[in-house]
């Protein structure tokens, strides 16, 4: 009797959540996104500019940096949330030991919010490909401004990496083209910058 009522708690919560994602896809600023909201699951309350996601397995030390524009590519956007999340050094999103919440979406995941200069910046490790290496390697990344839904944008991909496709060179990246130059620098860490639009090629951002 228990366990049947904590199902259909269970079952209620999915429910909802999927009500409230699904009919209003076409009105949601980016348009629907599967697993967006993953994002809130065990956000801080309190987001700094700069954060560190801490390996679990090694790699190869990164950072990238950046300053989120408004539309007009020129005005810095403060107070911006800005999730990332990445495969590990072998290809996988391995939860963090006893991580519970947005286990899809791995260890390696971390929320910055942008400065009263639209800046962020995060240090993590570069991500491996996913094993059967049929996509590049990428952070995903998504955007919370204030008073609109979370959507995400294009992935962070690498310039260096022998599996982005040409395609994916040209396409009208959403927050602006998502691939960096990483260099090393004297301390073997890759250093790496993105600049962000808000509202670039993001569908129903008006
Ligand atoms: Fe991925």
């Not at 994002?39 to 300053?67: F, H, K, N, R, Y």
């Not at 539309?71 to 939860?95: M, N, Q, R, W």
Request: glycine share 12%; with cysteine; aromatic share 8%.
């Amino acid at each position: 009797m228990k366990l049947s009522f904590v199902g259909l708690l269970l079952l209620g919560s999915s429910a909802l959540v999927f009500a409230s994602d699904a009919p209003d896809a076409s009105k949601r600023v980016g348009g629907g996104c599967d697993g967006c909201k993953l994002m809130l699951e065990g956000m801080p309350q309190t987001l700094a500019s700069q954060t560190i996601i801490m390996p679990v397995d090694g790699g190869e030390p990164l950072e990238v940096e950046g300053v989120i524009f408004q539309e007009d590519g020129k005005t810095p956007a403060p107070s911006v949330i800005l999730y990332v999340y990445h495969t590990d050094a072998k290809g996988f999103y391995s939860p963090a030991p006893g991580q519970t919440v947005a286990r899809r979406h791995g260890g390696l995941r971390g929320w910055m919010q942008t400065d009263a200069n639209g800046r962020y910046k995060f240090r993590t490790i570069r991500p491996a490909p996913y094993p059967n290496r049929h996509l590049p390697a990428h952070i995903h990344a998504v955007v919370k401004e204030p008073g609109k839904n979370e959507y995400y944008i294009d992935d962070f991909l690498f310039d260096d990496d022998p599996l982005l496709t040409r395609e994916k060179r040209t396409q009208d990246a959403r927050g602006g083209s998502g691939i960096v130059q990483a260099t090393r620098n004297a301390n073997g860490v890759w250093i790496a910058r993105r600049d962000l639009v808000l509202g670039r090629n993001i569908p129903h951002y008006h």
